[in-house]
């Protein structure tokens, strides 16, 4: 499974995929957070462009590979986005 912002050339994905079970490269996601719900719609109806949110970084440019055979674990303290990184390896979420 390979989530990914960079491109590869075939014979190297190939290559890579024999050799690892999980690569994740260069993977950011970004959440736009509001004050108020009505914020969203402020931000969403505004002819000037204004925007009403904050972006909240849950990951910011994370790389990994794991080998096929090795065990992983993810630890990490609340918000340290081990649910985010793991939605994205599954292809529940998807990166910005």
Do not use: C, W
Not at 51 to 76: C, P, R, W
């Amino acid at each position: 499974m390979s989530a990914e912002n960079t491109t590869n050339t075939g014979a190297q994905e190939a290559e890579n995929a024999e050799k690892y079970a999980v690569e994740v490269k260069n993977v950011t996601k970004i959440y736009r957070l509001y004050d108020k719900p009505i914020d969203r719609l402020k931000e969403s109806l505004s002819v000037s462009h204004k925007e009403y949110h904050k972006d909240f970084y849950a990951l910011s440019d994370l790389s990994f590979t794991v080998e096929k055979g090795q065990t992983v674990g993810i630890i990490g303290t609340n918000g340290a986005g081990k649910s985010t990184i793991l939605k994205i390896i599954t292809g529940v979420l998807t990166p910005t």
